[in-house]
Nanobody, 127 residues
Framework: VQLQASGGGLVQAGGSLVLSCAAS????????IAWFRQVPGKEREAISC????????YYADSVKGRFTVSMDSAKNAVFLQMNDLKPEDTAVYYC?????????????????????WGQGTLVTVSS
């Protein structure tokens, strides 16, 4: 599956953005779709994951209560609603897909389990 991430931009602290991860040519049937973010010089950090078969979602502590992951009814796009953004949320955000397995709280954050990645979208939060 080819992934297209979009929705990044510049926002003031306390503001909101919605990121989208669209599937090209197919639906997200039985996937784990994760959102990662990365800042220069740091490792890619998993912040959320949704299992498309049952909508089970996981969140990193750093975004819990502020970010919400969801999927459209046609199962061809996953969204990340980001509220109360903070300057430390500034990063390039990526979506990633792992076909055939659920997110699982034990390993949704493992970068190497995901076979497909979107190109990244930059989120900048000003103070």
């Amino acid at each position: 599956v080819q992934l297209q991430a979009s929705g990044g931009g510049l926002v003031q602290a306390g503001g909101s953005l919605v990121l989208s991860c669209a599937a090209s040519g197919e639906v997200f049937d039985h996937y784990a779709i994760a959102w990662f973010r990365q800042v220069p010089g740091k490792e890619r950090e998993a912040i959320s994951c949704i299992t498309t078969r049952d909508d089970t979602a996981y969140y990193a502590d750093s975004v819990k209560g502020r970010f919400t992951v969801s999927m459209d009814s046609a199962k061809n796009a996953v969204f990340l609603q980001m509220n109360d953004l903070k300057p430390e949320d500034t990063a390039v955000y990526y979506c990633a897909a792992d076909h055939g397995r659920p997110c699982s709280g034990n390993y949704y954050y493992q970068v190497d389990r995901y076979d497909h990645w979107g190109q990244g979208t930059l989120v900048t939060v000003s103070s």
